[in-house]
């Protein structure tokens, strides 16, 4: 179809099918990526409208489009969403009864669905890919594609077997979708995917987000300042906790307060779960505490503040989380309360993460007992015999043999050892690398830490992080922004390399005697400077120092 075609074919879908008159920036450049039948990462923030970009290319395709996401709560919804809007989709997944599930393989097997939501550990369903298989698959969607690297903050092993799905299904063109992603993951994702990815960032500023860190130094200030916090801000919103116990703590002294609270965590039956849920989603509850388990499957455009009752173990995991609030675009704020001795709470579950040197061990010798050198054994198989390997570190083992060549996957994603000249020491130094990956973990957590200590605008820390922006100035909306915290005098070289900003040689916009003024503190005259900060003495006879952002000429 000529290109003018097609776009008015895809603006009449567009109004017709959707209801919208035009596209967003960043979505048009994605779905022209698709349609060109490129494969495609997108990194996009929540809120801009993902989904369209491959609902939209997918009804202009002939065949099946595939959707991958861990996300199984919004399948449905999604499901129901497009069939309102005539669109035949359905959902594969551990929801579905037998019967269900029957009908959906025929339908799936006769053609009759655009398109088919399902979850990775589906599309190891020998079964399931077959039915995939009669028909063309001519769009794979892999949504919270981050998922997939294990430098990202969420990994799911599960996604690993996602590269083999996709060739499973004749190798059609693939669109990846995040929010969040550094350069190191995006290029992670390609690597896992075996593919050359276009990457289309549209950037992960929202001006509605108003970020503030407020600090406390024990148990009873956080508690303090959460009453406070929650009492003060109007709306719905959620306050996340790093652990199970501290959920059920800050929940009761919220109950006690009087606040509409409704907690959820892993530990709650699956009734209970979602019974809150629902309740918080009608606005039953106004404030849910939670662990990171919610808000994966929340999609609530009006939340109108996240607050961490602890600090995330990595930027990526703080964004996405406090990234849930003001998807209306309507101002939202988002506040993380820090004390320093939560640091040692992450640095405990960086522990236990990756396969140690015995699970490896114990991953091949499970092989070597099922006599994978003469057959190909299902994973299941593997995991009953390796009754003291997490699943997870399970997965990721076989994962590194594989890639060194060491083993495998047939067509329904056995595994059978095709070097079985291994030697215990090659096997060790697999292990030995996720070493690395632990390190990588923790200067992550430093990133964060960084964060919350920083007296740059709280935005500009974020966007250096996520895009290496070196432009932004300063948003005006975050709590340094509006009250430019006074810098303790500290040595520029204790300073991390990227707070290090000023160029060698970079000449101070102040010299002494300037009139300038900072917001809070007014005007003042400039003692001295450097590139990157200036002392100001006031008229009430004290000298602050503040970074030069937030001085300006009086
Ligand atoms: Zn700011």
Not at 170 to 183: K, W
Request: net charge neutral; with cysteine.
């Amino acid at each position: 179809m000529p290109n003018g075609a097609q776009n008015k074919a895809i603006n009449k879908t567009l109004r017709d099918t959707f209801g919208y008159t035009r596209l967003r920036a960043g979505q048009q450049e994605v779905i022209d990526s698709v349609l060109q039948k490129r494969d495609t990462l997108a990194v996009m923030p929540t809120g801009a409208g993902k989904s369209l970009c491959y609902q939209l290319p997918a009804l202009h395709m002939p065949g099946t489009t595939v959707i991958v996401s861990p996300l199984i709560a919004l399948m449905k919804d999604q499901v129901d969403k497009l069939a309102q809007a005539g669109v035949s989709a359905i959902e594969v997944n551990s929801t579905l009864t037998a019967r269900e599930e029957k009908a959906a393989l025929e339908s799936i097997r006769n053609g009759e669905t655009e398109m088919v939501f399902t979850t990775p550990e589906r599309l190891t369903d020998p079964t399931f890919l077959d039915a995939l298989r009669q028909n063309e698959i001519d769009l794979f969607v892999i949504d919270e594609a981050h998922c997939i690297s294990q430098w990202g903050h969420d990994f799911r092993p599960a996604f690993l077997e996602i590269s083999n799905a996709v060739d499973a299904l004749g190798n059609p063109p693939v669109l990846a979708l995040t929010a969040t992603a550094t350069s190191a993951v995006t290029e992670d994702i390609g690597r896992q995917l075996k593919r050359t990815l276009e990457v289309i960032n549209t950037g992960i500023f929202r001006p509605n987000l108003h970020y503030r860190v407020v600090h406390a130094t024990n148990d009873r200030e956080k508690l303090e300042h959460i009453l406070r916090l929650v009492q003060s801000l109007e709306g719905s919103g959620i306050v996340y906790t790093a652990t199970v116990k501290n959920a059920d703590l800050v929940y009761e002294a919220l109950k006690d307060a009087g606040v509409e609270v409704g907690r959820y965590h892993g530990r709650l039956s699956a009734k209970e779960r979602e019974t809150t849920q629902d309740d918080f989603m009608a606005d039953r509850c106004r404030v849910m505490v939670a662990t990171n388990a919610f808000g994966l499957g929340i999609d609530k455009p009006d939340l109108r503040f996240v607050v961490h009752y602890q600090v995330p173990g990595t930027l990526e995991a703080y964004y996405q989380e406090s990234g849930r609030a003001g998807r209306d675009g309507k101002p939202a704020r988002c506040i993380l309360i820090y004390d320093t001795r939560d640091k040692r709470v992450q640095q405990f579950f960086l522990g236990g993460r990756y396969p140690t040197r015995d699970d490896v061990v114990h991953a091949y010798e499970a092989l070597l007992a099922a006599d994978a050198q003469s057959q190909p054994i299902p994973y299941a198989q593997l995991e009953a015999q390796t009754p003291d390997v997490a699943g997870n570190k399970l997965k990721v083992g076989l994962k590194l043999m594989k890639d060194a060549g060491y083993l495998k996957q047939d067509r329904n994603l056995r595994y059978r050892i095709v070097n079985p000249d291994v030697k215990a020491e090659d096997l060790l130094h697999l292990a030995d690398e996720y070493g690395k990956k632990s390190e990588a973990d923790r200067e992550k957590l430093e990133r964060m830490i960084f964060y919350a200590q920083s007296a740059f605008c709280r935005w500009r820390v974020l966007l250096e992080y996520f895009e290496g922006a070196e432009d932004f100035d300063r948003c005006g909306t975050c709590d340094n922004c509006l009250h430019p915290p006074e810098l303790k005098p500290v040595k520029k070289s204790r300073l991390p390399r990227w707070a290090r900003r000023a160029p060698l040689g970079a000449v101070s916009q102040y010299k002494a005697g300037d009139r300038v003024r900072v917001p809070r503190y007014g005007e003042g005259r400039v003692e001295s400077a450097t590139a990157e900060q200036v002392e100001i003495g006031f008229p009430d006879g004290k000298k602050r120092q503040f970074l030069c952002a937030y001085v300006e000429l009086a």
